[in-house]
């Protein structure tokens, strides 16, 4: 055991390892576990039935509906619309293509508040969008749908665009050159390698728009029961100090996020080593 260490410290490339790991996670505890840490100890201070109470509640469950289905359906579409941005801004070259790829980026550099007046007004119903459509977006769960496809499709993309620029065109011409019909050279040799990729794009949107607010509550209306995000209710509660009461929903919302997260990480993992045999 002594001589393996002994191995591992005279073979390891880069020095101060353990100086590095120590600051590591010492500012990981500093800026993500204790503070996570701290909402459990605060919603453990509640009794089984208060804590009950506070994150089943109608109104609660009804934003859990909300936030989590929303927030799924709008990172499957921009899985979708992502893979296809990416592949145009990758594989063709047109004029403009510098500045669709700089407008990709907007969300990451526009705040979010802006985003969400923005929204509301293209989409209102005397809205330069909005008049000409034959239903209500603005002020409804639709409009919530629309704010996190906004705010989730820079992550698909750019997790996709460095993949697709290291991949080269060779399998798939000798795909073509062995019969290969187009659709089958995407979808039997490139689409299983951008696999990983994607759905890593896919995991950042969906947690990216579990915990957007700023862009949301100006397009959502806010209606109690029907467009009221999780976040939002959290927020009632703080401004009601009922501290105890925000924490246990924010405990339900991590633990939940964490758990898919880590569903798709572990699938992600598998289709790594499926696609390295």
């Known amino acids: 055991m002594l001589f393996s260490r002994t191995l591992l410290k005279r073979h390891s490339v880069l020095p101060g390892f353990d100086l590095a790991l120590g600051f590591t996670l010492l500012y990981l505890s500093l800026v993500v576990l204790i503070p996570l840490s701290s909402a459990f100890l605060k919603a453990a201070t509640m009794t089984p039935e208060g804590f009950w109470d506070a994150v089943a509640a109608p109104r609660v469950v009804a934003s859990y509906r909300l936030t989590f289905g929303a927030s799924f359906i709008a990172a499957l579409v921009n899985a979708f619309f992502g893979l296809l941005i990416a592949w145009v801004l990758v594989r063709y070259d047109f004029p403009g293509r510098r500045l669709v790829d700089a407008l990709v980026d907007l969300p990451f550099a526009l705040p979010t508040a802006v985003a969400g007046i923005t929204l509301t007004a293209l989409y209102a119903e005397n809205g330069w969008i909005g008049q000409y459509l034959p239903f209500k977006v603005s002020f409804t769960p639709l409009g919530v749908f629309v704010a996190l496809l906004f705010i989730g499709l820079p992550f698909v993309v750019r997790t996709l665009q460095p993949v697709l620029e290291d991949l080269g065109r060779e399998l798939e011409e000798a795909a073509a050159t062995l019969g290969a019909t187009r659709w089958q050279c995407f979808t039997r040799v490139t689409l299983p390698i951008l696999a990983p990729a994607l759905l890593t794009g896919f995991a950042l949107a969906f947690a990216r728009a ?16 029907v467009s009221e995000i999780t976040p939002l209710m959290i927020i009632s509660k703080l401004e009601q100090y009922d501290v105890p009461g925000a924490t246990a929903i924010a405990v339900v919302m991590l633990v939940t996020s964490f758990v898919m997260l880590l569903l798709i990480n572990s699938l992600q993992a598998w289709s790594r080593r499926r696609e390295g045999r």
């Open 210 to 225: 579990l915990g957007e607010y700023g862009s949301v509550i100006f397009i959502a209306g806010n209606l109690p029961m």
